[in-house]
């Protein structure tokens, strides 16, 4: 099953790619982690990517689609994937068109998590990351057991650079106008699945899996 999770910043796009990660056992592909993570390296990637995350801009395209090309050869995606955060423009979509059809794969749903942008702000400001293991929380609605550390390794829980007020709501606006045509792209394939992001995550999972299941 090849998928696509579509959604803005905050949407929940993350924790629901790790739900489906458990009961399909396919891959999760957060270019968004993949980028963090070579920023947090200090690898030339990350050099490159570091500006434009912080700031909340879209990393240049040929440098993400580089990436996805790459992690589309590896074997672990051959029972399918999950695509988190990629693609964010038409040109990320026609390029992934083009490295599906080189790979004779398809696109089999792309699940279109909707949440307004105060709702969106309210959630990123609260998330806090394991800077070990990635894991997210959020001080509200999923709170770690013990305060600034992360239940599964003990790592020490952040705020990311970029889910500070400012950026966030910079963020939305790129999303507006750089992503949401996306759904336009992908719903005249007919493709799109929509689910309400603004329900609890077990209810939102819930929605997912029952769409998932009946492909
Ligand atoms: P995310 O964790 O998906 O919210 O991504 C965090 C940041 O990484 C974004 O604000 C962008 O700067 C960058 N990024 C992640 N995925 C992409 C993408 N597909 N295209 C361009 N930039 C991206």
Not at 13 to 39: F, H, N
Not at 56 to 78: A, N, S, Y
Not at 132 to 151: Q, R, S
Not at 185 to 190: A, I, N, W
């Amino acid at each position: 099953m090849n998928l696509i999770l579509l959604g803005a910043p905050g949407a929940g796009k993350g924790t629901q790619a790790k739900a489906i990660v458990e009961k399909y056992g396919i891959p999760q592909i957060s270019t968004g982690d993949m980028l963090r993570e070579a920023v947090a390296k200090g690898t030339e990637l990350g050099k490159k990517a570091k500006e434009y995350m912080d700031a909340g801009k879209l990393v240049p395209d040929e440098v993400v689609i580089g990436i996805v090309k790459d992690r589309l050869q590896e074997k672990d995606t051959e029972k399918g994937f999950i695509l988190d955060g990629f693609p964010r423009t038409l040109a990320q979509a026609e390029a992934l068109d083009k490295m599906l059809s080189e790979l004779g794969k398809n696109i089999d749903a792309v699940v279109n998590v909707t949440v307004p942008e105060e709702e969106v702000v309210k959630r990123i400001v609260n998330r806090r990351s394991c800077k070990n293991c990635g894991a997210v929380y959020h001080l509200i609605y999923k709170p770690p057991k013990e305060e600034g550390k992360c239940d599964k390794c003990g790592g020490e829980l952040y705020l990311r650079d970029d889910d500070k007020e400012e950026t966030v709501r910079d963020r939305y606006s790129v999303y507006r106008s750089q992503t949401e045509p996306l759904i336009d792209y992908y719903g005249k394939k007919g493709l799109v699945k929509d689910v309400d992001g603004t329900k609890s995550i077990d209810e939102v999972t819930a929605d997912v899996l029952k769409i998932l299941d009946a492909l």
